[in-house]
């Protein structure tokens, strides 16, 4: 446990890998028990040695310790949500056609439609057994009840956002909070880990919704960097996301911002494929139109509610940690917009 309350955002990756270690060391071990199929048990171990994920297992064990709770309390739940990324990562990879990612070819690019899905499926189930996990380390039922139905609700509003964003391809035409909203469903994954960690920290009715509040405004800022740095197109998958997938919120606000933009940036999303001019023609768009900037706004409004809500907390250095998590996040936007 980090005892340094005054550690600065620079010591932040350390703290989040530190505290999400122990929790990759068994993703492999859950992930593969019971596989007998070699070539099932080959595709799996290519992916956990290839996943990192540091911060679901961390947001769940610091709001766990942020409400008193030991953080090993939460290690299986931080667990679930991380086997549950991997398996929703796969299928979202089918369902956008994306062969690659962060210039590293998928599990769907390796091993093709029909692996990618049953692996993914698999995941999926995997993660539901944690919740096993927790039965037999508790003898609250009422509890162990109340997060299987967040989980259940986690997932209803993760389909939804993929439903929302597959029947907005190619789309500028939408209602002007239609992708936030999407971007906002997308987030109950972040607002489950902290719901559900202050619920095994023992924390009260206010710390567990404060925190599921900070959770999800935490996550939101998360994906708005994800879209602003898609607009930059540094990865070369632009025209890839605009073809098979939402368009990045930064150029939908662009398009809004006056008729001759919408008229330009419909005549490019419109005549694939996408080149690498007409993507640096949208980036200058989003710049001159004002639409970082608007994102930025958007992103400090955000910051403060999930500030706000995280003083419901009583101080501590998870309570600090997370902190430090939300402002190094709008600090990376900041970058980004600036």
């Known amino acids: 446990m980090f005892q340094d309350r005054n550690a600065n955002p620079s010591e932040l990756e350390t703290i989040l890998k530190q505290r999400g270690q122990r929790i990759l060391d068994r993703f492999e071990e859950v992930v593969v028990a019971g596989v007998n199929n070699s070539e099932l048990r080959s595709i799996l171990l290519e992916l956990t040695n290839s996943w990192g994920d540091m911060f679901r297992p961390t947001l769940t064990s610091l709001s766990c310790e942020a409400v008193g709770g030991q953080p090993e309390r939460a290690d299986d739940a931080g667990l679930m949500f991380t086997i549950m990324a991997a398996g929703i990562g796969i299928h979202d990879d089918i369902i956008d056609q994306s062969s690659v990612n962060h210039f590293r070819k ?70 002007r909070e239609y992708p936030k909203e999407i971007l906002w469903k997308a987030m109950a994954e972040a607002e489950a880990c902290t719901r559900i960690g202050a619920i095994l920290g023992e924390g009260t009715d206010k710390e567990v919704q404060a925190l599921a509040k900070f959770g999800r405004r935490l996550g939101f800022i998360g994906r708005l960097i994800d879209d602003v740095k898609d607009s930059f197109n540094l990865e070369g998958n632009l025209p890839h996301r605009i073809q098979y997938e939402s368009i990045p919120v930064p150029i939908i606000f662009a398009a809004r911002s006056s008729k001759k933009n919408f008229r330009k940036i419909k005549s490019i999303i419109e005549k694939l494929p996408i080149t690498p001019s007409d993507s640096r023609e949208l980036l200058k768009t989003c710049f001159e139109s004002g639409s970082f900037a608007y994102i930025l706004e958007l992103a400090k409004k955000t910051k403060g509610e999930a500030l706000r809500n995280l003083r419901l907390v009583q101080p501590s250095n ?19 917009c600036l």
Not at 132 to 153: C, D, F, L, R, S
């Open 106 to 175: 998928t599990i769907l690019g390796r091993h093709g439609l029909e692996k990618a899905l049953l692996v993914g499926d698999l995941l999926i189930v995997k993660a539901w057994t944690m919740i096993g996990e927790m039965i037999m380390k508790t003898h609250q039922p009422n509890k162990i009840a109340n997060i299987v139905k967040i989980y259940e609700n986690l997932c209803v509003e993760i389909c939804e956002a993929e439903l929302m964003e597959t029947s907005s391809k190619q789309k500028l035409r939408t209602y």
């Open 318 to 336: 998870a309570r600090h940690i997370l902190s430090l998590m939300v402002k190094r996040s709008f600090a990376d936007l900041s970058d980004w």
